[in-house]
């Protein structure tokens, strides 16, 4: 678990990385190179998931590929036909207070707000205004995403206050 003191913000302990996937880090169903090889460096410090309701089918081959774990979401398991509360449930599930939280899409909007760091991409799809409003930081794109993760400086400059 990785601790960081960030001034007037309070203590961050992150140990989990959960990330959406349309929209986050696959753009016409595909995931660039440079997101593989930041993703090989981002699990020598955090424990990572996929989360996604799977719109494309490709989940477990990408989560697969990139080597780490995976939640397909299916909202009626938790008795809800509401995709953002199943992301939430499952954010819950792992640990929202030691989880950072990643996306872009409506469905991401309560794990944006709920997770102890939430990361909007505003990437070529775009973000929901609503997740953006629930998230902590905006980044342009998944690598941004990951190398805010990787470097401690750039967590606390950021959230300072």
Do not use: C, W
């Not at 997770?115 to 070529?124: K, N, P, W």
């Not at 929901?128 to 995403?145: E, F």
């Amino acid at each position: 678990m990785k601790e960081i003191l960030v001034p007037s913000y309070g203590v961050l302990r992150l140990k989990n990385v959960l990330f959406d996937l349309n929209g986050t880090i696959q753009f016409d169903g595909k995931i660039s190179m440079d997101v593989k090889e930041k993703f090989k460096r981002l699990k020598e410090e955090y424990d990572v998931y996929l989360i996604s309701a799977d719109t494309r089918g490709n989940l477990e081959e990408i989560a697969h590929d990139l080597g780490v774990s995976y939640i397909k979401i299916r909202a009626d398991r938790i008795d809800t036909t509401n995709e953002s509360e199943a992301k939430n449930y499952e954010l819950i599930r792992l640990g929202k207070e030691n989880t950072v939280a990643i996306g872009n899409g409506n469905n991401d909007s309560l794990m944006l707000k709920n997770a102890v760091l939430g990361i909007i991409i505003i990437g070529s799809e775009g973000a929901a205004v609503n997740s953006i409003l629930n998230a902590d930081v905006a980044l342009p794109d998944p690598i941004s995403s990951i190398d805010f993760l990787l470097d401690e400086e750039k967590i606390i400059a950021t959230l300072r206050n």
